[in-house]
Each structure stands twice: as structure tokens, then as C-alpha cells.
């Protein structure tokens, strides 16, 4: 299988992705619980728990047919959080589902999603650029222990966060020498980056690219698979941006574009 018919392999993949029951587009909303509330959408009333616990309290009646693992809940429960070693998985009904989060200063927040959300049934495609081997580019991971740089946020309102960079990806490109910040995604690396065409004809928050050095540190950059961040498919997901370094000022028109409605026009 050459380079173009693994790009459309990708791209195949992709957007089963996207669709998946909780996939980006399935996301509703992600609410912080910082004090005894209901929240939109969903039964139950929601509290948060005692500093240095994982998840939330949940009350809820058996007629409000609320599922913890499995469990109909009619009374009080904690459901644990993605950080916990058995995290809980919330059933509200045959399309709705969830679970719970941990974010910054042991806040947690309950994630709601909809396999049948407005987003799922008004997707129509992920544009994208036609293959260009001019962004296949090879590259070296350099280690970097320790480091950290700050990061804004979607939604932080210009607020950053200190996130751990376990390394740079240096290469050249038309005489320009680079070096991106890398951050963990499992046993990849993410790169969140920017370029002339974000805003202009890809979504402007910017674009993720996973890669993956060997033990020599050698890395393959194929631009061709940059994707573009979940929150350019739910506005519930809050997506980090690009670090100044990661900001090109030349187009990179290689991968994916922006998330349109089935009228053609960006889903949002």
C-alpha cells in the first residue's frame, strides 16, 4: 500500500471516529461541579466530594433510571473519576451516557454524551487538503526532563496552564530550522500547532499531530495526518493551543481543514 492509499485509509478512519458514540461529535456538555446542583439534560443532583476523593456524589431515584456500572442507583453513590483505578460509567438512557473527569485543583466535572446529538445529525464531512508529499518531513525527539510550558486553553479566556513537554521535534524545511514542543498523549507525542491558514481556511484554534519517535529518537512528521482538535466538533471540549513555538508562519496545507454541516456550511 503506497502513501496515497494509507491517506485514504486515515481519512476512513477518521470519520468513523467522529462518529463513534463518543466521538467528538457526541460530546454534549462538561460540567463543573462545584457545589450541590442539577445539571441540564441529565437527572440527578450532582455534589462534589471531600478535597482528595476521586469523583462525585450522585443522588438520584430509581425512577430517574440512572445507571452507575451497570446498577440502577436510588440513592446516594459516588461515581469515580477518570483518575481513579475504577473510574464509573453513568447509563442515562439507550443514546445518553458518561462519565466523570478530574481537571486542575482536584475540581471534576461530569461529561454527558449523545449518540445521537444535534452535532452526529448534522455532520455532513471533515475537509481536508488533497495528499501533499512536500509535508512529510523527517524529524528528531530530543527529551527534555522536567520541562514545562505554558499553554492556553479554548476556553480559559487567555488563562494558561503549566503542561509537562517531554521533548522537542527539530527539523528543517526550506532552509528553516525548527523546533516544536511536544506533549504526552499516551505513547505518542502531541504536537498542537498553528499556522498562515489557521483562521484563514482551517479552523483557527489550530491542529493536533501524533507521532511517534523510535529508540534512535527518529520521527516522521506527515503533516498529511494533522487533525483538527475535538473542540472543532463539540464546543463542550476545551482544546489547548498552540505555544509560540509551534506557530508557523508559513501555510501548511496538508490535513484536515474543517468539520461542515451537511449543508456545506462549518458545523459550527
Known amino acids: 500500500m503506497d502513501a496515497r492509499e494509507q491517506f485514504e485509509k486515515f ?7 467522529v462518529l463513534e458514540p ?21 437527572p440527578g443532583r450532582w455534589e462534589p466530594l471531600p478535597p482528595g476523593e476521586s469523583g462525585l456524589k450522585l443522588t438520584a431515584t430509581a425512577g430517574e433510571g440512572i445507571r452507575l456500572d451497570g446498577e440502577l442507583v436510588d440513592s446516594e453513590v459516588v461515581v469515580r473519576g477518570k483518575d481513579s483505578e475504577s473510574p464509573g460509567e453513568l447509563e442515562f438512557s439507550s443514546t445518553v451516557s458518561g462519565f ?12 454527558v454524551w449523545d449518540s445521537e446529538s444535534e452535532a452526529v445529525q448534522n455532520f455532513g464531512r471533515i475537509d481536508f487538503y488533497p495528499y501533499n508529499p512536500e509535508w512529510v518531513v523527517e524529524a528528531r525527539f530530543s527529551e527534555k526532563p522536567g520541562m514545562t510550558l505554558p499553554f492556553e486553553h479554548s476556553k480559559d479566556e487567555g488563562k494558561t496552564r503549566d503542561l509537562e513537554v517531554p521533548g522537542e521535534v527539530s527539523f528543517t524545511k526550506d532552509g528553516v530550522e525548527y523546533s516544536l514542543a511536544a506533549i504526552s498523549s499516551g505513547k505518542a507525542l ?10 484563514v481556511d482551517t479552523y483557527g484554534v489550530g491542529r493536533f499531530l501524533f507521532v511517534l519517535p523510535d529508540k534512535a529518537g527518529k520521527v516522521t512528521l506527515d503533516f498529511n495526518l494533522g487533525v483538527l482538535p475535538p473542540c472543532a466538533f463539540s464546543y463542550a471540549f476545551n482544546c489547548p493551543m498552540p505555544p509560540k513555538q509551534n506557530r508557523f508562519a508559513v501555510p501548511i496545507e496538508a490535513g484536515e481543514k474543517n468539520v461542515l454541516a451537511r449543508s456545506g456550511e462549518l458545523l459550527h
Open 11 to 17: 481519512r476512513e478512519r477518521r470519520t468513523r471516529a
Open 22 to 42: 463518543r466521538g467528538n461529535l457526541a460530546l454534549v456538555s462538561t460540567n463543573w461541579i462545584d457545589s450541590p446542583q442539577e445539571v441540564w439534560g441529565v
Open 100 to 111: 466523570v473527569i478530574a481537571g486542575e485543583g482536584g475540581r471534576y466535572a461530569l461529561r
Open 190 to 199: 502531541q504536537i498542537v500547532y498553528s499556522d498562515s491558514t489557521s483562521g
